[in-house]
């Protein structure tokens, strides 16, 4: 960077010392629903079998899990658009702040930015954080035609022409995302405030949201800037992320002397170990090396040898006879499942067996899907509750977290779950199918109980064999004492190197040593 400014004129914002607003930050957090603590777990699940290489990356990714975790901390309908409206979310939160600074900025018509990269307006149908806000601001008393999206300027000309409504203050709150609304954006005139709702991947993007507002020609002598945080999400660790991008970046980017870097001191000094002992051009030091590495190798994996053998032992103490116990006793649950469902099939012609839900008997098909429907949107937590009964079996309502979906739960001798969709008569079909997998869940366990039998067996023999390269183990280690001893006595005897006679002087009296203590 120093040689850079000899050749670069380079003026950062703290030697400008523009005459800009001050900025007045407001971070504002807010406690997480029920669904999105619960929807973080199951993220958490997610990165487990992602890191472990259980789920094939084009089915799950770290990179769809960020993105998920980005999306529940902005809002869970973005997950599921059938979850309820959270009252205490940060969209709500924001929605009142903006409201308070159109209220208080009326007189002189003051205008004010939203900000947020994620669920930007499609018109497609499907819910936006856009629609959503500017909806309820309208609902509040705030005139439609003084909000507008900046997506809404699809061409140069029109963007132009809203800039200038922003500016004259007839248009008071501009929503858009940093790339539609960053360089270039000059509405500054007569803002007072900013809103961020989710935090970008880049500082450079969160400079870029300030300096919209936080520039010169603006006619407020202090802008204030909120930031929603959902406390427990991903919204916390974004923000940290972005923190330590920055940090890095300012200490490169300064008026002052930058940092000098650091190499990686253990390392480098590992290097230079190995260098210097191969330069002795001892024949030993290189035997000895190899050695070590060799003997490193070898303990690794006799312990990873040992610790399987310590694992399958403890599995064929407890893990397999319990494991085998309850198969036997899932299979004679499932048994009895299958023949509930035989005892209460379904109708062969167009028939309706008739429901149970929520302590009302449906004999209409489509009256028990609206009913199911409704009792999904009733729920507040994804917790299991109690739905009714059908064909023998009673059920249950829960929202799955992971598949982001609502699941009924039949339940008899054992249970299983069904997904829900969004048609009526598709979800009866949906439960009666899955009355019907009974009998297949039960040939599924059977063959599980006959492996699970097969690997108690396998695991018993596998348990009994000794580590294959014991003896190796032993010899190496055994030459590897013998070079240390060698090495040991080269060294001795180098240190009185120099010590030695010049030509023609006497021989000294070679003293014997003594090696007692």
């Given at each position: 960077m120093a040689m850079f400014k000899e050749v670069a004129d380079i003026k950062t914002a703290d030697m400008l010392d523009l005459p800009v607003p001050k900025a007045n930050f407001h971070n504002i957090s807010v406690k997480p629903s029920e669904i999105q603590k619960e929807m973080v777990k199951a993220l958490a699940e997610r990165a487990e079998k992602v890191h472990s290489g259980a789920v094939d990356a084009s089915v799950d990714n770290m990179l769809k899990i960020t993105n998920d975790g980005r999306k529940l901390a902005l809002d869970q309908r973005l997950?599921?658009?059938?979850?309820?409206?959270?009252?205490?979310?940060?969209?709500?939160?924001?929605?009142?702040?903006?409201?308070k600074t159109w209220e208080k900025g009326k007189e002189k018509r003051l205008t004010q930015l939203f900000f947020c990269d994620l669920s930007t307006p499609k018109n497609d149908g499907n819910f936006?954080?856009?629609?959503?806000?500017?909806?309820?601001?309208?609902?509040?008393?705030?005139?439609?035609?003084?909000?507008?999206?900046?997506?809404?300027?699809?061409?140069?000309?029109?963007?132009?022409?809203?800039?200038?409504?922003?500016?004259?203050?007839?248009?008071r709150i501009l929503m858009g995302s940093t790339q539609k609304m960053g360089a270039g954006t000059n509405v500054q005139d007569k803002l007072a405030a900013s809103s961020d709702l989710d935090c970008p991947w880049r500082p450079s993007d969160l400079e870029q949201r300030l300096g919209r507002s936080i520039r010169q020609g603006n006619s407020n002598a202090e802008v204030d800037v909120f930031r929603f945080v959902t406390e427990e999400t991903f919204d916390a660790y974004l923000y940290q992320l972005v923190e330590g991008k920055q940090k890095f970046a300012s200490q490169i980017m300064t008026s002052k002397s930058p940092v000098r870097s650091a190499e990686d001191i253990d390392e480098t000094a590992l290097s230079y170990a190995e260098i210097k002992m191969l330069a002795t051009g001892n024949p030993y030091i290189k035997e000895k090396m190899d050695l070590d590495i060799q003997v490193q190798k070898l303990k690794l994996l006799k312990s990873n040898f040992l610790s399987e053998k310590y694992s399958l032992e403890d599995k064929i103490i407890k893990y397999y006879p319990q494991r085998i116990a309850s198969m036997h006793s899932r299979i004679e649950g499932l048994k009895a499942d299958v023949k509930t469902a035989q005892e209460h099939p379904k109708p062969t012609d167009d028939r309706f067996a008739g429901m149970e839900v929520k302590g009302v008997f449906y004999t209409e098909k489509a009256e028990a899907g609206k009913a199911i429907i409704e009792a999904c949107k009733e729920m507040n937590s994804p917790d299991p509750v109690p739905l009714g009964a059908y064909r023998g079996f009673t059920t249950e309502l829960l929202f799955d977290t992971v598949e982001r979906q609502y699941v009924v739960r039949l339940k008899g001798e054992t249970s299983r779950n069904v997904p829900l969709g969004e048609d009526i008569h598709g979800n009866i079909t949906r439960i009666d199918n899955g009355i019907e997998r009974f009998e297949e869940m039960l040939k599924g366990a059977e063959n599980d109980l006959e492996n699970t039998e097969k690997q108690f067996e396998t695991a018993k023999a596998e348990a009994e064999k000794p580590f294959s390269k014991e003896e190796e183990l032993k010899s190496k280690m055994a030459r590897l004492d013998e070079l240390n001893i060698l090495l040991n006595l080269d060294k001795n005897e180098n240190e009185i190197v120099g010590g030695e006679p010049d030509e023609g002087e006497a021989q000294p009296e070679k003293r014997e040593r003594d090696y007692e203590r």
């Amino acid at each position: 960077m120093a040689m850079f400014k000899e050749v670069a004129d380079i003026k950062t914002a703290d030697m400008l010392d523009l005459p800009v607003p001050k900025a007045n930050f407001h971070n504002i957090s807010v406690k997480p629903s029920e669904i999105q603590k619960e929807m973080v777990k199951a993220l958490a699940e997610r990165a487990e079998k992602v890191h472990s290489g259980a789920v094939d990356a084009s089915v799950d990714n770290m990179l769809k899990i960020t993105n998920d975790g980005r999306k529940l901390a902005l809002d869970q309908r973005l997950l599921n658009p059938m979850l309820p409206d959270f009252e205490g979310s940060k969209l709500n939160a924001c929605v009142n702040e903006m409201f308070k600074t159109w209220e208080k900025g009326k007189e002189k018509r003051l205008t004010q930015l939203f900000f947020c990269d994620l669920s930007t307006p499609k018109n497609d149908g499907n819910f936006s954080v856009y629609d959503d806000i500017r909806k309820k601001l309208i609902e509040k008393g705030v005139p439609a035609d003084e909000i507008k999206f900046i997506h809404e300027a699809d061409t140069e000309a029109k963007k132009l022409e809203l800039f200038k409504k922003v500016r004259r203050g007839d248009v008071r709150i501009l929503m858009g995302s940093t790339q539609k609304m960053g360089a270039g954006t000059n509405v500054q005139d007569k803002l007072a405030a900013s809103s961020d709702l989710d935090c970008p991947w880049r500082p450079s993007d969160l400079e870029q949201r300030l300096g919209r507002s936080i520039r010169q020609g603006n006619s407020n002598a202090e802008v204030d800037v909120f930031r929603f945080v959902t406390e427990e999400t991903f919204d916390a660790y974004l923000y940290q992320l972005v923190e330590g991008k920055q940090k890095f970046a300012s200490q490169i980017m300064t008026s002052k002397s930058p940092v000098r870097s650091a190499e990686d001191i253990d390392e480098t000094a590992l290097s230079y170990a190995e260098i210097k002992m191969l330069a002795t051009g001892n024949p030993y030091i290189k035997e000895k090396m190899d050695l070590d590495i060799q003997v490193q190798k070898l303990k690794l994996l006799k312990s990873n040898f040992l610790s399987e053998k310590y694992s399958l032992e403890d599995k064929i103490i407890k893990y397999y006879p319990q494991r085998i116990a309850s198969m036997h006793s899932r299979i004679e649950g499932l048994k009895a499942d299958v023949k509930t469902a035989q005892e209460h099939p379904k109708p062969t012609d167009d028939r309706f067996a008739g429901m149970e839900v929520k302590g009302v008997f449906y004999t209409e098909k489509a009256e028990a899907g609206k009913a199911i429907i409704e009792a999904c949107k009733e729920m507040n937590s994804p917790d299991p509750v109690p739905l009714g009964a059908y064909r023998g079996f009673t059920t249950e309502l829960l929202f799955d977290t992971v598949e982001r979906q609502y699941v009924v739960r039949l339940k008899g001798e054992t249970s299983r779950n069904v997904p829900l969709g969004e048609d009526i008569h598709g979800n009866i079909t949906r439960i009666d199918n899955g009355i019907e997998r009974f009998e297949e869940m039960l040939k599924g366990a059977e063959n599980d109980l006959e492996n699970t039998e097969k690997q108690f067996e396998t695991a018993k023999a596998e348990a009994e064999k000794p580590f294959s390269k014991e003896e190796e183990l032993k010899s190496k280690m055994a030459r590897l004492d013998e070079l240390n001893i060698l090495l040991n006595l080269d060294k001795n005897e180098n240190e009185i190197v120099g010590g030695e006679p010049d030509e023609g002087e006497a021989q000294p009296e070679k003293r014997e040593r003594d090696y007692e203590r």
